[in-house]
């Protein structure tokens, strides 16, 4: 993003995850940059039994705080789009919630959804199709 803020990021890990990342110094060190996720980084160093299988996501519109505002250079008050989104082992312990707060002038966000078993040319079929994704509304 050429060096333009656009997102601040949250990252909320259960004491026993945040022990596999404090030798990491891309994630124990204040100011740090560096290319690994904290997702990507914890799901490598978790044993298969315990892998990543599922999120719950949330998103929102909120107006930037006067601290948001500073990090993401806009006006205390502006659109933000907020994702929170809750990770899941294979065993349904929670294993990260990541809050994220974008900025609406760098961000929006996308969906593409698709019908499984969409038969157009079989009304009957129609009736028992599922969407891909799942939202709670």
Same mark, same amino acid.
């Given at each position: 993003?050429? $060096?333009?803020?656009?997102?601040?990021?949250?990252?909320?890990?259960?004491?026993?995850? $945040?022990?596999?990342?404090?030798?990491?110094?891309?994630?124990?060190?204040?100011?740090?940059?560096?290319?690994?996720?904290?997702?990507?980084?914890?799901?490598?160093?978790?044993?298969?039994?315990?892998?990543?299988?599922?999120?719950?996501?949330?998103?929102?519109?909120?107006?930037?705080?006067?601290?948001?505002?500073?990090?993401?250079?806009?006006?205390?008050?502006?659109?933000?789009?907020?994702?929170?989104?809750?990770?899941?082992?294979?065993?349904?312990?929670?294993?990260?919630?990541?809050?994220?707060?974008?900025?609406?002038?760098?961000?929006s966000y996308?969906?593409?959804? *698709?019908?499984?078993?969409?038969?157009?040319?079989?009304?009957?079929?129609?009736?028992?199709?599922?969407?891909?994704?799942? *939202?709670?509304?």
């Open positions: 993003h050429d $060096g333009v803020p656009f997102c601040i990021t949250v990252i909320h890990l259960p004491p026993a995850i $945040g022990a596999l990342l404090r030798s990491n110094s891309e994630f124990s060190t204040a100011g740090a940059v560096g290319s690994a996720t904290v997702i990507g980084t914890v799901d490598a160093a978790l044993p298969e039994a315990e892998k990543i299988s599922s999120a719950q996501q949330s998103i929102t519109a909120v107006s930037a705080s006067a601290d948001a505002a500073e990090l993401l250079d806009c006006a205390a008050g502006d659109p933000l789009l907020k994702i929170d989104r809750l990770y899941f082992s294979v065993e349904q312990q929670a294993v990260e919630l990541a809050v994220n707060q974008f900025s609406a002038r760098y961000y996308r969906m593409e959804l *698709t019908r499984r078993g969409f038969a157009p040319d079989n009304p009957e079929l129609r009736r028992y199709t599922e969407l891909d994704v799942k *939202t709670n509304a």
